[in-house]
């Protein structure tokens, strides 16, 4: 059973920095690329960064690019999130989801998502 | 603001069938890359419920079901249920964005 626990998530003051953990098991993990996504409370999805398998390539979206930062230590079959330089804006729950493309190292056109984690919390207030 | 559209919400009595629709545009939907569905509901996870437009994973009900056309796609809920009342997302690929991946704005799925 493929199980993605998220870990990290508190209350940060702006501009303050966390690092978000993603256990992951179930499944061969280096075998796929890993996502994290985010929901503000009382809002939708949104994407926040994608890790190849071999963490080679990294992509963000532009609202956290340059202020984040995703890794993976495939060793030890975990996902982080660096988040420095935090804003209001960035609080939210916090999911990492698996790719559903096996070897995946970016976007296709036909990825998608095919589990996801429980979600933590991250709070950014003064 | 996201590329694709949905209507805010959608409800149905129990039994009825009800649609979502995912309205995108000739960079993303209507240029044939894939639409995915997911299901939220109240207070947990996302779900992946359709992929690849119309294929069900293992463990979603013949309930749900998923097409496109054009610039479109649409999830259909047939014999709604009460335990379906729910969040659903909808999620594509756009080219013309450099972080390609969208989602849906969301429909609140109540049954009534």
């Known amino acids: 059973e493929v199980q993605l626990v998220e870990s990290g998530g508190v209350v940060v003051q702006p501009g303050g920095s966390l690092r978000l953990s993603c256990a992951a098991s179930?499944?061969?993990?280096?075998?796929?690329?890993m996502h994290w996504v985010r929901q503000a409370p009382g809002k939708g999805l949104e994407w926040v960064s994608l890790?190849?398998?071999?963490?080679?390539?990294?992509y963000y979206a532009d609202s956290v690019k340059g202020r984040f930062t995703i890794s993976r230590d495939n060793s030890k079959n975990s996902l982080y999130l660096q988040m420095n330089s935090l804003r209001a804006e960035d609080t939210a729950l916090y999911y990492c989801?698996?790719?559903?493309?096996?070897?995946?190292?970016?976007?296709?056109?036909?990825?998608?998502?095919?589990?996801w984690g429980q979600g933590t919390l991250v709070t950014v207030s003064s | 603001q996201s590329v694709l559209t949905q209507p805010p919400s959608v409800s149905g009595a129990p039994g009825q069938r009800v649609t979502i629709s995912c309205t995108g545009s000739s960079s993303n939907i209507g240029a044939g890359y894939d639409v995915h569905w997911y299901q939220q509901l109240p207070g947990t996870a996302p779900k992946l419920l359709i992929y690849?437009?119309?294929n069900r994973p293992s463990g979603v009900p013949d309930r749900f079901s998923g097409s496109k056309s054009g610039t479109s796609a649409s999830l259909a809920i047939t014999g709604l249920q009460a335990e379906d009342e729910a969040d659903y997302y909808c999620?594509?690929?756009?080219?013309?964005?450099?972080?390609?991946?969208?989602f849906g704005t969301g429909t609140k799925v109540t049954v009534l």
């Open positions: 690849g437009n119309s």
């Open positions: 179930g499944f061969t993990f280096d075998d796929y690329a």
């Open positions: 890790i190849s398998w071999d963490g080679g390539s990294t």
């Open positions: 989801a698996k790719d559903s493309l096996e070897g995946s190292s970016g976007w296709y056109g036909y990825n998608y998502f095919d589990y």
């Open positions: 999620q594509s690929y756009d080219s013309s964005l450099s972080a390609p991946n969208v």
